[in-house]
């Protein structure tokens, strides 16, 4: 079994200021994890996804994290905010490398970022 | 747009009823997900096809759902009776197959369904 927790149900940031969310995984067997964005009215995207390569991770619009192990962790973060990275943000696992597609994903119950002005 | 297709946007019914949604994936993806989301929680998983076959059902996926994809493109999610409980959004995802490598899921925009 698998679990995810993000330890912020809610961060507000200054633009141009850096990001970090937090995210806590356990899996049973080695995970792969992943974050997805979801912005109103759009379907979630995905930002970034570790399956056993790089511990750190490089995704879409400036984000990375870095996968630790003996944390159990996998922050997201971002070196200066945008505005437009106001959205909420899921931390993702899986049990399992290799083929991630014939299992479920287990997501977090979600960061919501504010990007103030 | 090639993108995950899911119909309708939006739902009204009331309690008791039955609904259907669809949902049209990538058209090169084989493998097709739904999941359930409420508000301020993440997704959960419901049920998975390779294909036409439905290789993974939830425990949330309660006897008052079911879920097809009859040719193994376009998929659809019923729900008999529904409840209160069901209101929610209702997000179909989908992937294509590669060995060996992690596959990341694009997801539609959702059913938002409210039962009154």
């Known amino acids: 079994a698998q679990s995810v927790t993000q330890l912020d149900s809610h961060v507000s940031v200054s633009e141009g200021t850096p990001v970090l969310l937090r995210c806590n995984y356990s899996s049973s067997y080695s995970p792969s994890l992943f974050w997805y964005v979801q912005h109103p009215n759009k379907g979630l995207q995905l930002l970034l996804k570790y399956t056993s390569a790089a511990t750190l991770v490089k995704g879409i619009n400036g984000f990375e994290a870095e996968f630790k192990k003996s944390e159990t962790s996998f922050h997201l973060t971002k070196p200066s905010a945008h505005m437009s990275d106001a959205a909420e943000y899921f931390c993702v696992v899986t049990a399992g490398r290799g083929d991630t597609g014939r299992r479920a994903l287990t997501f977090g119950s979600g960061t919501r970022l504010q990007v103030q002005p | 747009d090639t993108g995950v297709s899911q119909n309708p946007r939006h739902k009204i019914t009331k309690r008791g009823q039955n609904v259907t949604f669809r949902c049209d994936p990538i058209?090169?993806?084989?493998?097709l997900y739904w999941y359930r989301q409420t508000l301020g929680q993440g997704p959960e998983f419901l049920t998975y096809f390779q294909n036409e076959a439905q290789l993974e059902k939830s425990r949330l996926l309660s006897d008052r759902f079911s879920a097809e994809r009859p040719k193994g493109s376009f998929s659809t999610l019923e729900i008999q009776r529904t409840e209160q409980g069901d209101s929610a959004m209702y997000l179909c995802?989908?992937?294509?197959?590669?060995?060996?490598?992690?596959?990341?899921?694009?997801f539609g925009q959702g059913t938002r369904l409210t039962v009154v």
């Open positions: 058209s090169e993806h084989n493998r």
């Open positions: 995802a989908s992937s294509p197959t590669r060995q060996g490598v992690g596959t990341e899921a694009f």
